[in-house]
Each structure stands twice: as C-alpha cells, then as structure tokens.
C-alpha cells in the first residue's frame, strides 16, 4: 500500500510528478500502484540522503526552540 512507502521526503516528489507526468489514471488503485512501483524502483541512496536531511532540519529547528521556519 502507499501508505506503507518508505519515505516522505520532499526530495522524492519532483521525481514522482515527472514519473507520473501525462499518465492518466482510470481507478485511486491504479495510482496507488503506479506510485508503488516508483518507490520500489528507486535507489537506497535516495531514501538514506532523505532521511539524513529530515534529520539536519530537525535539529536545526531544535536548536532554535521551534521558532524555525525553513526560507
């Protein structure tokens, strides 16, 4: 399921909507599964550099007491 994917790094996003780019989905399931395959095809470096940004931005807004807005 989607909502199982391995990621929700906004890095991933630009490459999905260009995978997904002019397809047409007929059913959510289809979309779903067109997503899935995106994710399963992408390589763990990707995933790796994702979550080590999500955790620099993380400390960086701790570090200034959750008064951090990301410009």
């Known amino acids: 399921m989607f909502a199982r994917s391995r990621t929700s790094d906004p890095l991933v996003f630009p490459l999905l909507n260009e995978y997904l780019s002019g397809t047409h989905f007929s059913s959510d399931i289809d979309v ?3 997503v899935e395959v ?3 095809g992408q390589d ?3 995933y790796k550099t994702g979550i080590q940004k999500l955790q620099k931005r993380w400390n960086k807004c701790i570090e200034v007491c959750r008064d951090y807005v990301e410009k």
Do not use: T, Y
């Open 32 to 34: 779903i599964a067109s």
């Open 38 to 40: 995106f994710l399963q």
């Open 44 to 46: 763990e470096h990707l």
